[in-house]
């Protein structure tokens, strides 16, 4: 194994806290990345890694030197970068994550449409609705809903992801459709249990008048094809991004209900694990999301958000 090679699984090992994880990365058996981290504390006579049953940690004298191999594997892909950039495709791997419904409604079409631009990008898409770490994982780039924590990671605004209240035509035929916030209480609501309020709804009116009203229903559930399924059954009014009521609001088997009260549209964003040295294949794949997301994108269907 070459010393570059050696210093990049070194870095990896300490940053996920786990040998196994660090090699799966690279298609490496753990044995390989066991022995090469050997090699490196012999040739450099200290050790570097304490190795016990709940993971790995770096000694003092290998956080140091984990140090000095992040900065060195950083100068290394920023000088690929520069070239793949002289040459004017973006390269290598882009490793994304975002959530289930964002990521399969919206990110799939626009990254096969970026792929298709430019075939020597391989791109590693990874969808989950919890907390990622982008360090730990070794995540390129995330997209992220709603307002940002302060951190030491950097972003870029991409646009905006609106919601819209929504029924069916056979539920509002035997419930008579809310004319103000306030006779939402005589509704069985679906519950989105992850954001915008939970099982309180926040409205605001024409006038800039403000409502929040509690509800509550036969469904709660934290994914939102769960929450769109059961407004297809006829089973309540609920709260969806704009893009995922799209298609139901489009073929008729949802109508959009108090529509002169808007709700709360969330920020989306592109998160990536440092504000400095950015690579390119990420600033190349942010200005294009920047482009695709860019005005009213949740109207239109997914073969059509891409960009030439």
């Given at each position: ?43 450099l006579?200290?050790?570097?890694l ?31 970068n ?7 495709a ?20 626009l ?29 390129d ?15 870029r ?21 809310p ?130």
């Open positions: 194994m070459d010393s570059l090679l050696s210093l990049q699984l070194f870095a990896r090992i300490v940053e996920t806290g786990s040998f196994s994880k660090a090699a799966g990365e690279r298609g490496l058996a753990q044995s390989t990345a066991t022995k090469a981290v050997a090699r490196i504390e012999e040739r006579g200290a050790r570097l304490h190795r016990s049953t709940r993971g790995v940690t770096p000694t003092e004298i290998g956080a140091l030197f984990y140090e000095k191999c992040k900065a060195i594997v950083r100068d290394i892909e920023e000088a690929e520069l070239a793949t950039l002289l040459q004017g973006p390269g290598g791997q882009l490793r994304v994550s975002t959530s289930v419904a964002f990521g399969r409604r919206v990110l799939v079409p990254a096969l449409a970026y792929m298709r631009q430019h075939p020597g990008l391989r791109v590693d898409l990874s969808f989950e609705d919890r907390y990622v770490n982008l360090v730990e994982q070794g995540v780039l995330a997209l992220r809903m709603g307002r940002l924590a302060d951190s030491s990671l950097g972003a605004y991409l646009g905006a992801n609106p919601w819209v209240m929504v029924a069916s035509p056979n539920y509002l035929r035997r419930h008579a459709a004319r103000t916030p306030a006779e939402l209480a005589l509704h069985d609501c679906l519950v989105y249990s992850s954001v915008q309020g939970d099982d309180r709804w926040n409205l605001t009116g024409p006038e800039g008048d403000k409502a929040s009203v509690p509800v509550g229903g036969p469904l709660r559930s934290n994914n939102l094809s769960a929450v769109l399924a059961a407004v297809r059954a006829d089973m309540g009014l609920a709260i969806l991004p704009c893009y995922v009521a799209r298609e139901s609001l489009a073929d008729g088997s949802a109508v959009a209900v108090l529509t002169d009260w808007a709700l709360p549209a969330q920020e989306v964003h592109a998160v990536f694990p440092s504000p400095k040295l950015v690579p390119s294949k990420v600033t190349h794949f942010i200005a294009f999301l920047q482009q695709s997301l860019a005005g009213d994108w949740w109207r239109m269907a997914p073969e059509h958000r891409s960009i030439s």
